[in-house]
């Protein structure tokens, strides 16, 4: 594994390259989505706002799971500091951005669930994340295995000489898979013919369903039930998609919502030569 890159004098840690990898491909994939589906907030904006809040967020979730035991036993003995400097959890990143999300639409005055149906893009830091974790050798690999395609991490920064589950890798596929799936779906020619916060409820429901099948191979600790925490976070994807799904306006799609295209004119030439009657029920049918 290689837990960091020399390049000339300077070290970059392949986990940090990978994050900016993903802010990178964040920015280009969430600028083009929100064009195709006339969302008004500047992506230089957004993925700022979502990349801090969901910092915040991984950083918080990460410093609870670590301490668990401590914050249920005494919670006046909770070394926040100390596990807050630790590591990320995705879950809370994405719990971090949603909140950041919901508060910039309010903002910029457009649906919250329009805003939100970006939330595919987020599977592709999820993929660079993973796989800063991956090349790390970090910790986040799995439980011993006798498959043919486990490995082992000896130079990683958590090493081991077991052969191990690859989870990182299982996890950057079922994300890349996710995001070209919902991707496709929210082309500018079909999105319109899907209810808004659709594309959230899908990618909540794959993402966490994905994830619970996951950790019954990771070394997470079990915190409550026999369950992992991501898998009880899973489990609230899976109900909030379920929740969303249920409901939806029925019949209401992003048409209904649609703006007209700039490119577009209301009215075209012809219409200057309609009778002042025309023109006032042109002029009323855009009230």
Known sequence: MHPYFHLGPL???????????????????????????????????FLPAMAISGLIGAKLDHAIVVQWQTLRENPFAFDWVATFWGGYTWFGGVLGGLAAAAI????????VLKVLDVAPVASLGL???????????????????????GMSFPHGIVPTVARVHPTPLYEISYALI????????????????????SQLAAYLFFTGLCRFFVEFFSRNARVYAGLT??????????????????????????????EPSLATPAIDRGSQALPETGRAAVHTGRA
């Open 11 to 45: 070290v970059l840690w392949s986990y940090g390259l990978m994050m900016g990898v993903g802010l990178s491909l964040g920015f280009f994939f969430g600028d083009a989505d929100f064009k195709r589906r006339n969302i008004p907030i500047p992506m230089g904006v």
């Open 127 to 149: 993929a660079c994340g993973r796989m800063g974790c991956f090349l790390a050798g970090d910790g986040d690999y799995g439980i011993p295995t006798s498959m043919p395609w």
């Open 104 to 111: 910039l639409a309010k903002i910029y005055k457009t649906p």
């Open 229 to 258: 925490e991501a898998q009880w976070v899973g489990i609230i994807f899976v109900l909030s998609a379920a929740a969303l799904t249920f409901f939806f306006p029925s019949g209401a799609t992003n048409a209904d919502h649609s």
């Open 178 to 197: 996710i995001f070209a799936v919902l991707w496709r779906r929210g082309r500018r020619e079909n999105y319109p013919r899907v209810r808004p916060g």
